[in-house]
């Protein structure tokens, strides 16, 4: 048994009485803050703000919000799945220690789940749902967002028979151990062994080296019960490759068992109710069985053994490749979405800066900032991006479907050509999604620092879906390799998918590059068509794609391996894997825009698409694709499309349909009381339900003139 105790911990924090007299933060009772319209002591004078704006919306907000679901019966669904939540509030998050945070994340989580467990089995889009707008994320989406799809991925009949419903119920928690101390994406590369013992009919497993050590794996550092452990499957000294095990990692009394080190990693960024752990194994002993079998399974004598079901089925393989990426998309969508809907209902309300500077009255109206153009382009950027990306994972989760219903040689190349495709688009949105929180961040200026913003504390737990499957660098050449291998063959004739069609005709010896350059605008009001910024978008891939090809070719041509000639042209290649990903996204914006029957949802829809294409045009490397007039045109374009835009904004964010409880900011509210809600939540700060504070009596009092703190001053 263990010697250590226990800390009590508990899911809210005290909060002091501020009603009475001499309390924590002053000698009178403190009055509580009231919304209204006029600036008084304790109100903002907002609260008719956000009410005016939404007076100038032009479309149904509900509409948009049915498109951006898929329709009206997956709004109702999606808000049926969010329902559990209702009525709960989680901002005292910000202000708990390690142990509470966790504590807290599993009360909500099972306070969210257990009507459900055992009888409702999501879909994969509800699945994003749930994650996209989780309001206390944490530990358990490990247990049922990977450890529960392996066991059903990799486990045989009989081993789910055994195990499915322990899993399923949380009977046993788990975790997914496979990244290492020194090996994360080179996957082949992982140092952990499993040797088998024919005698004793068991696997001996082990981190042979400090490397060697499981590092990373969520609900492993305190919470699983259970592992998946990836290691090295050796048989009389012949490796057979990363295999998966099942391993049961605490006892009843929630110990280590024996041959096991297990902690947790400690303070991280952010995700801080995740226990990021470690494991260590020293000669470790598990059944025969514990090996999970479905695909293939070590005998009794000791033989590695496939299980052959017949040929592969490589449609399978792609289409769920494309289906893991196409929710990763829609992720970035919806957390980005998170921070576009609190920064732009801040800046609505915020004022700053005078209207009219030659005035010098401090009471001259000051400037919304959202009218200060610099932060509008900023923060209706993002909001376009969000758009795309939500757009982009809805196509791809459509296609991947609809491709379900046929078995030709053009859908299955169509389907690997959207999974590699989404390989690097997974690496490019996590990157720009987490980038665009940041921003967003700090367009919400000092209080965006404020973790009761629930922006900052936002751009902190998504940032690990950056490296999640792969660094983002690594998806990116990913893909990079597969454009290659396209472009080599469409060279050779080879058909592509439509999502490549840049490359149709570079097998003609007739064709040139420059047959693809758009025409040449004469007014900024062609920028202002999607469809012809899509031109651009198009050649822009192609012509990136055939430097990295012809650097490629350079570099093989004069002998160097394949392996080093990718390595020497990488740069290229990410350039090529960006400007092929932003083809693919504008492409779908301008779809998904077309099938949009109403017709003022439609407008807006083309008018944020086309500040999606402006914003990449602008901020993007556009050399030689763009001269200066036509970059000039865009800019142009750019500031009347924001012009057009600004009467929408807070429709468009209310669009996303994005509950409080899930914001849980004091600066997005829905009602705009932004004052009001800093200051009551300031009441809450943990350093104010002390006073002094801890740590005066000893450290500072015996430093201080207390004698000319007496005198209030008056020396």
């Known amino acids: 048994m263990s010697t250590s105790t226990t800390p009590s911990v508990s899911t809210t ?78 901002s005292s998050k910000y202000y708990l220690n390690s142990h509470d945070r966790l504590k807290s994340h599993l009360v909500h989580f099972l306070d969210a789940h257990d009507e459900y467990l055992g009888k409702f089995i999501p879909t994969v889009e509800e699945v994003v749902w749930m994650s996209s707008n989780t309001m206390n994320g944490g530990t358990m989406s490990n247990h049922f967002g990977l450890f529960l799809p392996t066991v059903l991925a990799q486990m045989n009949d009989d081993q789910l028979s055994q195990w499915l419903e322990l899993v399923f119920n949380m009977k046993i928690v788990g975790c997914y151990a496979q990244t290492e101390l020194g090996h994360g994406s080179n996957v082949r590369g992982l140092q952990t062994t499993a040797h088998f013992d024919k005698e004793n009919q068991e696997f001996i497993l082990n981190t042979p ?62 995700d801080h109710a995740n226990d990021t752990g470690f494991l260590r194994l020293e000669n470790v002993r598990l059944p025969r069985e514990m090996m999970l079998a479905k695909n293939q399974e070590v005998t009794p004598k000791g033989q590695f053994v496939h299980h052959s079901r017949g040929p592969k089925n490589p449609k399978a393989h792609y289409s769920t490749m494309m289906l893991a990426r196409a929710t990763f998309v829609m992720m970035a969508g919806a957390y980005l979405a998170r921070a576009v809907t609190i920064s732009m209902r801040y800046s609505l309300v915020r004022q700053q800066g005078f209207e009219d500077t030659s005035t010098s009255s401090y009471k001259t109206p000051e400037r919304h900032i959202i009218d200060h153009q610099v932060q509008q382009y900023r923060i209706f950027k993002q909001l376009a991006i969000a758009y795309a990306f939500k757009f982009s994972g809805q196509w791809m989760s459509a296609k991947q479907k609809e491709t379900k219903k046929g078995d030709d040689q053009q859908i299955l190349q ?39 913003s629930g922006i900052a504390p936002l751009a902190q737990d998504y940032v690990w879906q950056i490296t999640a499957e792969g660094d983002y660098m690594v998806m990116l050449l990913q893909l990079a390799r597969f454009l290659l291998s396209t472009y080599q063959d469409a060279v ?20 040139h590059v420059s047959s693809l350059l758009p025409p040449r605008a004469k007014h900024y009001n062609e920028f202002l068509n999607p469809s012809y910024l899509l031109l651009f978008f198009k050649y822009r891939a192609l012509i990136n794609l055939k430097d990295f090809a012809s650097a490629y070719g350079q570099a093989t041509n004069g002998g160097v391996s394949k392996d080093d000639a990718i390595n020497s042209c990488a740069l290229s290649g990410t350039h090529a894997v960006r400007a092929h990903c932003f083809y693919f996204v504008l492409r779908n914006f301008i779809s998904a825009v077309a099938n949009v029957t109403d017709q003022p949802v439609k407008e807006v829809l083309n008018q944020v698409c086309t500040l999606f294409g402006l914003c990449i045009m602008i901020d993007d490397n556009w050399a030689g694709c763009l001269d200066h007039e036509h970059i000039v045109m865009a800019k142009d374009a750019c500031s009347h499309i924001l012009r057009q835009l600004r009467p929408n904004g807070i429709g468009l964010v209310d669009a996303f349909d994005i509950p409080d ?55």
């Open 209 to 270: 080296t400090l490397t060697s050590i499981k590092w990373w794996p969520g609900t492993l550092g305190k919470v699983a019960t259970h592992a998946i452990v990836y290691a090295q499957l050796i048989l009389d000294g012949k490796e057979h490759g990363v295999q998966a095990f099942l391993v049961q990692i605490r006892d009843e009394n929630h110990r280590p068992l024996p041959g096991m080190e297990i902690g947790d990693l400690g303070p991280k960024m952010g």
């Open 661 to 715: 409880r899930v914001l849980c900011s004091a600066i997005g509210n829905y009602d705009g009381n932004i004052y009001e809600a800093l200051y009551e939540s300031a009441k809450k700060a943990t350093l104010n339900q002390v006073d002094p504070y801890v740590g005066y009596k000893e450290v500072v009092a015996p430093r201080l003139d207390l004698e000319v703190l007496k005198s209030r001053s008056k020396l």
């Open 13 to 90: 924090p005290p909060t002091t009485d501020f009603t009475k007299p001499n309390n924590t933060i002053s000698l009178h009772p403190l009055q509580p803050t009231t919304p209204s319209s006029t600036p008084s002591r304790n109100s903002g004078g907002t609260c008719h703000i956000l009410p005016n704006e939404r007076r100038n919306i032009t479309f149904n907000i509900e509409t948009l919000t049915n498109v951006l679901d898929g329709g009206a019966d997956k709004t109702k669904r999606r808000r049926f799945i969010l329902s559990p939540s209702e009525g709960t509030d989680q």
């Open 492 to 511: 050779k004739g080879i058909p592509v998918s439509d999502q490549c069609d840049y490359l149709n005709r570079i097998h003609d010896p007739a064709f």
């Open 414 to 452: 169509e389907l690997k050509e959207i999974a590699a495709t989404g390989a690097g688009l997974k690496g490019l949105c996590t990157y720009m999604a987490w980038e665009g929180i940041e921003d967003c961040r700090k367009c919400c200026g000092g209080n965006g620092y404020l973790m009761v």
